[in-house]
């Protein structure tokens, strides 16, 4: 009996045509529904990329590793010293390399070559090692310049070199640095430090609201920039290698974090190699009082930070290019450094407009 309704239902209501020509078209449907999702995610979604990081036995270097592999990218973790002291990181996927930013530019190469051959590609640079050197300006031996610009400047530039040869090979990858806040504004107490990192850094006004170029006497020397030029004030290293890889594919990108809660100003990494001068008692004493109070307390979360930086670097979350961003230059992270970045391009703003007319008159026949 239910056969027989079923077989009568079919007869009256089944037109094979018309399911046939039904049946294409929810195909076709189907099909150009997974090209546009295939399309949509190669164009705006990175495949995997293999990070080389430096300095990763604490702090913002570990953070990073941590958020790069959370993000399913493969994440190459550096540190001095025997690797076992990045094996919480190797546990959780991490490839580890022993890498002292100090060593001789041959030996680097050497670390780089085998990083090279036993993974194939890397895509992103993190120059994150880095320590501080404290001291008074003029307490501040010649050594302690060195000793601080051979890991927080020469260390950048020679791990840098090391992998250069590659990404130009390949045509792409990108840079990146751990510059401070220290490098906008300076800090008493660590002449040294801030040293390296304003010359990593430099500073650079970018299309700033406010910029009015001071009328001039020689407009020819001085031209009225266009709407959209790019003015690079006191430019630090990281500019001119920016400009210099540009037309390679190669990305470059400073972070100038403001006070994260890592290890940096623990009393056990800070070093102190100057010779005290009573003048400057008090200075020291604050700049060692302020060390003692911060650390621990600093406002900033390093997992958010890393996270941030990995968003920008790959064009996603925050950084995510379809809300129109770009990956910028340089970019403060932490409230403190944005402040700051602001501060000091206001200053130098207002000491344009006050100074800019009286100093700019100096040229030839003027
Ligand atoms: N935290 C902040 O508030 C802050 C703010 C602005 C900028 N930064 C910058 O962020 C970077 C990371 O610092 P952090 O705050 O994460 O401090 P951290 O916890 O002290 O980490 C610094 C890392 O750099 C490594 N390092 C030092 N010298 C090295 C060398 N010669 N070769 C290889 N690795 C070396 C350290 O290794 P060892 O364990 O062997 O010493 C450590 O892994 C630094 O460049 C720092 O200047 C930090």
């Known amino acids: 009996?239910?056969?027989?309704?079923?077989?009568?239902?079919?007869?009256?209501?089944?037109?094979?045509?018309?399911?046939?020509?039904?049946?294409?078209?929810?195909?076709r449907y189907i099909f150009l529904l997974g090209f546009l999702t295939y399309i949509f995610s190669t164009v705006f979604s990175m495949a995997q990329l293999t990070w080389?990081?430096?300095?990763?036995s604490s702090g913002l270097g570990e953070a990073l590793v941590r958020s790069i592999i959370?993000?399913?990218?493969i994440a190459i973790a550096t540190t001095r010293g025997a690797v076992?002291?990045?094996?919480?990181?190797?546990e959780i996927g991490a490839r580890t390399y022993n890498l002292d930013v100090t060593a001789p530019q041959v030996e680097i190469d050497e670390v780089m070559d085998t990083i090279l051959e036993e993974n194939g590609e890397v895509d992103v640079l993190v120059n994150n090692a880095g320590y501080i050197e404290a001291g008074v300006a003029e307490e501040s031996c010649y050594g302690s310049y060195i000793a601080q610009f051979e890991t927080n400047f020469f260390g950048v530039v020679k791990t840098t070199q090391a992998l250069l040869?590659?990404?130009?090979?390949?045509?792409?990858?990108?840079?990146?640095?751990?510059?401070?806040?220290?490098?906008?504004?300076?800090?008493?107490?660590?002449?040294?430090?801030?040293s390296t990192k304003f010359a990593l850094e430099g500073m650079h006004i970018q299309n700033h609201p406010h910029y009015e170029p001071c009328p001039t006497p020689s407009p020819s020397y001085y031209p009225t920039p266009a709407a959209n030029t790019k003015f690079s004030a006191l430019p630090g290293?990281?500019?001119?290698?920016?400009?210099?890889?540009?037309?390679?594919?190669?990305?470059?990108?400073?972070?100038?974090?403001?006070?994260?809660?890592t290890r940096i100003v623990?009393?056990?990494?800070?070093?102190?190699?100057?010779?005290?001068?009573?003048d400057y008692d008090c200075v020291r004493g604050a700049s060692q009082r302020l060390a003692k109070l911060v650390d621990g307390r600093q406002p900033g979360d390093p997992a958010k930070a890393a996270h941030v930086m990995v968003d920008v670097v790959r064009g996603e979350g925050v950084g995510c290019v379809q809300k129109g961003r770009t990956m910028p230059a340089r970019l403060p992270?932490?409230?403190?450094?944005?402040?700051?970045?602001?501060?000091?391009?206001?200053?130098?703003?207002?000491?344009?407009?006050?100074?800019?007319?009286?100093?700019?008159?100096?040229?030839?026949?003027?």
């Open 1 to 27: 009996m239910g056969r027989r309704v079923l077989w009568t239902f079919l007869r009256m209501h089944w037109e094979p045509k018309r399911a046939a020509y039904l049946s294409l078209g929810f195909l």
């Open 52 to 56: 080389l990081v430096t300095g990763c």
């Open 70 to 73: 959370a993000r399913g990218d």
């Open 84 to 90: 076992c002291r990045v094996q919480h990181l190797a």
């Open 165 to 194: 040869p590659h990404f130009r090979r390949k045509r792409s990858g990108t840079i990146v640095s751990m510059g401070s806040m220290c490098g906008l504004i300076g800090e008493s107490g660590a002449a040294a430090y801030c």
């Open 237 to 261: 290293w990281h500019d001119s290698l920016r400009k210099d890889v540009a037309h390679l594919n190669i990305r470059t990108i400073i972070f100038e974090p403001g006070f994260f809660r």
């Open 266 to 278: 623990h009393p056990d990494n800070v070093r102190f190699n100057s010779d005290p001068i009573t």
């Open 333 to 366: 992270i932490g409230r403190d450094a944005v402040e700051a970045m602001r501060r000091r391009c206001l200053e130098g703003l207002a000491l344009c407009e006050e100074w800019g007319c009286v100093v700019g008159d100096t040229d030839f026949g003027g």
